[in-house]
């Protein structure tokens, strides 16, 4: 195998060493321990370190300028990743991973604070922009030749070459992830074998607390290190309150320390553009605390609440063994908005979707590996907002809509047959109001009549959309076609809170396609005036 970085040719030369042992000296400033304060120059600062940050540093990066990338959490290193889940969380997750919407549902956000972002706890599922999203943006939204099927493939082509995309191997499928092949097919949903980006997959189950053999193609083992390697350098536990705007230009980004008492002020000037790609939730509130103005800021925020559930087999199942997440559908993304999807838990998670109490859930946690976990992925159409609270926190408002509920409770109806149909003698609905365990495939017809009441649902929150879209003039986006804020032309948003709606597949593709893309058009254009 070959590839075109030298640092990941060190570890695919030597499985013992990751990418993220060899950093150029100098190239990573921990603002936890650096003398401060800290003011320096570039030619572009990039807000975020994940999906979209990386890429967007890389290609710069690789275009000749000098950049410099501003991530708030720490950078874990392949060898600190430890399996369990309490510490891991503390450490990669943002507020360890309770942050939760308010509306009428519960529904924790899920997001990474690390280096490398939330790609360090993601799946590693890579899927293009499905076309009709495209072409839903360029007429509905009137993004019209901005972005296009035939703009975005060689970013993807890329990407996936880059990053090694390929399906999961037999070597690697594991128990829950066959069991669903088998049964989805058999009715009917055309499963899949995930796509993901990984390089010697081990099969450990472990995505979620950060791949431990750097096998996982996250932007901390792959575009984070290569932007290192040709001359960017990271500034990590490094805050950004607000970028600095003066005659209608970003000049730059100003923020504090993390992990120390004495703050410092850390200032990092951008000659040429901020490139601001910190995610849904805090991108909007950064543009915010800077002083952008727009009506629609904060709003059309949207996502894909997942909805999961249990069942417990005769057979070994063996979900700690596998992909972490390897295969699915998408047959129903159109008619019901929903893709199912294989996940495995860590196994300190599972008491969490256990039913029962005393005797009966320890008997159960120690049966795990009788257990099956597949879920419902929601393509919602409900739309939330974003603002910042008065304490300063980000504060995301959200309630699925009654149609969304349908679609939902029809996929939990799917999930729930095939379950009994592949011998489950129990099934966990994870519904209030249905009995916790069901026992016999008539029970189904339960599920079929749950309530619609968002909060009977347990669900997660880990897409994340819209809040600072894109449109071609302010009255009707933040963000113009060139990914610029409208009136700061050197002020660029290159992750998914430009996208006017949500996919209805994984984002990672998308997202780190939409900022690649833009980050050739920032590349390519004449600087703008000072
Ligand atoms: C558990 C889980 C599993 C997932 N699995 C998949 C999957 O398999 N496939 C897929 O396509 N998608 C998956 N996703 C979603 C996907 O990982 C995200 O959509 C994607 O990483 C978002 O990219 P981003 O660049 O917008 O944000 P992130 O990757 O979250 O990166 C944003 C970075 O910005 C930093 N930041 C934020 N604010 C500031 C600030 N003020 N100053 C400095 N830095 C800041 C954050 O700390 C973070 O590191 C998953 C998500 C979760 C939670
Ligand atoms: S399942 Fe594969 S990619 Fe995920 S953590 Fe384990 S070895 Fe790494």
């Given at each position: 195998m070959t590839s075109p970085y030298p640092l990941d040719e060190a570890r695919l030369n030597n499985?013992?060493?990751?990418?993220?042992?060899?950093?150029?000296?100098?190239?990573?400033?921990?603002c936890a321990a650096a003398q401060l304060p800290i003011d320096e120059a570039y030619d572009f600062v990039v807000i975020g370190s994940g999906a979209s940050g990386a890429v967007a540093a890389h290609e710069l990066t690789s275009a000749g300028f000098s950049v410099a990338i501003a991530e708030e959490g720490p950078y874990v290193r392949t060898r600190e990743f430890?399996?369990?889940v309490g510490s891991a969380f503390l450490k990669l997750f943002r507020d360890g991973s309770f942050q939760a919407l308010e509306g009428r549902v519960f529904m924790p956000v899920i997001q990474g604070r690390c280096v490398g972002g939330t790609t360090v706890v993601n799946s590693a599922i890579a899927w293009r922009t499905p076309e009709d999203v495209v072409d839903e943006w360029a007429t509905q939204f009137g993004l019209g030749d901005a972005i296009t099927m035939r703009a975005l493939e060689p970013h993807f082509e890329a990407l996936e070459h880059d990053l090694n995309v390929h399906a999961v191997v037999d070597e690697v499928l594991g128990g829950n992830n066959a069991l669903f092949m088998k049964q989805a097919g058999a009715v009917g949903l055309y499963p899949t074998r995930i796509k993901r980006y990984e390089r010697g997959c081990k099969g450990s189950s472990q995505c979620l607390t950060g791949c431990p053999t750097a096998a996982k193609q996250g932007m901390n083992v792959t575009y984070v290190p290569w932007t290192l390697a040709l001359g960017g350098r990271l500034f990590c536990n490094y805050r950004v309150e607000r970028i600095e705007l003066a005659g209608g230009r970003a000049v730059g980004v100003i923020g504090s320390a993390q992990s120390r008492r004495d703050k410092g002020t850390i200032r990092l000037r951008a000659k040429r553009g901020v490139i601001l790609a910190a995610s849904t939730v805090q991108s909007p509130n950064i543009l915010r605390r800077s002083g952008v103005c727009n009506r629609?800021?904060?709003?059309h925020f949207q996502t894909h609440p997942g909805c999961g559930m249990g069942a417990v087999l005769d057979q070994d199942i063996n979900m700690y063994f596998g992909a972490t997440q390897g295969a699915e559908s998408i047959h129903l993304r159109a008619s019901e908005r929903i893709k199912f999807e294989t996940i495995s838990m860590n196994p300190e998670l599972v008491p969490v979707r256990c039913p029962g109490l005393g005797v009966d859930l320890v008997r159960r946690i120690g049966n795990a590996r009788h257990l099956a976990i597949w879920v419902t992925i929601l393509r919602s159409q409900a739309e939330g907002t974003v603002s910042q609270g008065w304490t300063g926190r980000d504060r995301v408002v959200f309630s699925p809509t009654k149609r969304d509920m349908e679609h939902v409770r029809a996929g939990q109806v799917y999930l729930a047959r095939m379950m009994f149909d592949a011998g489950a003698r129990e099934v966990w609905p994870g519904i209030y109001g249905l009995p916790p365990v069901l026992t016999s495939p008539d029970q189904v017809k339960l599920v079929e009549e749950a309530?619609?009441?968002?909060?009977?649902y347990t669900f997660i929150a880990s897409h994340l959309f819209g809040a600072a879209r894109m449109a071609r003039t302010a009255t009707g986006g933040v963000v113009d076609t060139t990914f610029a804020v409208h009136g700061v032309p050197n002020l660029f948003v290159v992750d998914s809170?430009?996208?006017p709606t949500n996919l209805g597949v994984n984002p990672q593709h998308s997202i780190m396609a939409m900022s690649r893309l833009a980050s050739h058009r920032i590349a390519d254009a004449p600087p703008t005036l000072a």
């Open positions: 499985p013992q060493r990751f990418a993220d042992d060899d950093l150029p000296e100098g190239s990573v400033i921990d430890k399996k369990e629609h800021l904060g709003q309530p619609l009441e968002p909060r009977a809170s430009v996208f």
